[in-house]
Structures are given as structure tokens and as C-alpha cells.
């Protein structure tokens, strides 16, 4: 089955960029799309199509995706944006979740 | 306004039965693809299941032939049936709109919309 790595944690000082990386076999070759999920709420859509925002989304959030891994990127990184980051991809029908990543902003 | 509302959790007997609905308001249900998506408590998100509007369904391994996805139109509601249920079956169930685009030759999907989820317990 079809898998998506993401490192557990990513530490971000405030106003600095944070990357967060999505591995997975030929993931270039498919479209991956990004979820942010806080404390005791639902998951909510913030890049999809490798890079494009959803209303209200702030453009400090951006996307690529190549190779075999998919990046968010979160430009002047605020303290709201501290939360769990999940990738999500699909393979035959089925869709994949990331195994998801930490984002603290120290 | 676009909104998803789960019911029918609640903490069930190992190997008993439960199901979940997603009331749907502000979009038609059987006009998109919907997904179950489930989260066990302190760990990430896991697909569950999608229903597409044509009528087929896909299942993870971890539920392929336990649980059923299906939906009412007339109530607009999606439906998660889910059978001889098991301990690593406990979790925040959540329900999603499922949207599908054409892009160079790929679709790409992605879940835009998402209830706040119910909670089953599947404890002795």
C-alpha cells in the first residue's frame, strides 16, 4: 500500500519559514494537498493541487511538489500557526494520509 | 452555509455493531464524493472509506469488509455501518466532502469541508 513520511516535529522561530516535507514513492507524479489540524479541532484544507490555496487560506502558506517529496512552506510563521500538519495524496482510488508533523513556534 | 454534522458515536462492545451518520446541509450529498476519515486518540488521521457519486465505494484494508459506506438521498445524510468492531477501531470519526479535479492529464482530490466529528469507544 501507499505510504506518505513526514518528520514528527519542525521548530519554527516566529516570522521565520518552516518547511514540512511529505515523502513518498513517485509522489511528483500525483497531486498532494495539505491539512492543518489544532488541539481538539477538526482537520481544515489549507494547500490543495500541490499549491493552490483555499479562500481565506493566508498566502503565507504555500506548496510544491516533485520528485518524490511535497513541500509546505509557511512563510512568517506566526504563533496561531502552531498545529499538526497532515499531507494527503491518493493511489488506486484510495487516499493517503501523511503520518503527519508537529509544527511548534518557539 | 456548507456544513457536516456527525452523530451515532457512543462506546460499543468489542464485536458489536454502531453506525454513524453526516448530516449534510448546504450541498447535495449524492453530488459529491464523500469520505470517512478517522483519528485514534493522540495519532494522526486515517482514511476510512470514500463513497463517489456514481455509487462506488472504496475501503481501507483496516475496514474493508467490517464496515459499509452508504448514503439517503432524500435525507441528504452519508452513513458509516461498521461491524464486528474492535478496540483499534476507537477514535474520532469524522466525515468530508471529497472534492475530485482534472489537471495535465491527473485528477487530484482533495476534502474541503469536514464535520466535527463523533467519538466511538470500542471497550469491554
Known amino acids: ?106 | 452555509e456548507v456544513q457536516l454534522v456527525e452523530t451515532g458515536g457512543g462506546l460499543i462492545q468489542p464485536g458489536g455493531s454502531l453506525r454513524l451518520s453526516c448530516a449534510a446541509s448546504g450541498f447535495t450529498v449524492s453530488s459529491n464524493y464523500m469520505s470517512w476519515v478517522r483519528q485514534a486518540p493522540g495519532k494522526g488521521l486515517e482514511w476510512v472509506s470514500v463513497i463517489y457519486s456514481g455509487g462506488s465505494t472504496y475501503y481501507a484494508d483496516s475496514v474493508k469488509g467490517r464496515f459499509t459506506i452508504s448514503r439517503d438521498n432524500s435525507k441528504n445524510t452519508l452513513y458509516l455501518q461498521m461491524n464486528s468492531l474492535r478496540a483499534e477501531d476507537t477514535a474520532v470519526y469524522y466525515c468530508a466532502r471529497d472534492l475530485r479535479g482534472y489537471s495535465y492529464g491527473r485528477y487530484y482530490y482533495y476534502m474541503d469541508v469536514w464535520g466535527k466529528g463523533t467519538t466511538v469507544t470500542v471497550s469491554s
Open chain 1, 1 to 106: 500500500s501507499y505510504e506518505l513520511t513526514q518528520p514528527p516535529s519542525v521548530s519554527v522561530s516566529p516570522g521565520q519559514t518552516a518547511s514540512i516535507t511529505c515523502s513518498g514513492d513517485k509522489l511528483g507524479d500525483k497531486y498532494a494537498c495539505w491539512y492543518q489540524q489544532k488541539p481538539g479541532q477538526s482537520p481544515v484544507l489549507v494547500i490543495y493541487q500541490d499549491s493552490k490555496r483555499p479562500s481565506g487560506i493566508p498566502e503565507r502558506f504555500s506548496g510544491s511538489n516533485s520528485g518524490n517529496t511535497a513541500t509546505l512552506t509557511i512563510s512568517g510563521t506566526q504563533a496561531m500557526d502552531e498545529a499538526d500538519y497532515y499531507c494527503q495524496a491518493w493511489d488506486s482510488s484510495l487516499r493517503v494520509f501523511g503520518t503527519g508533523t508537529k509544527v511548534t513556534v518557539l
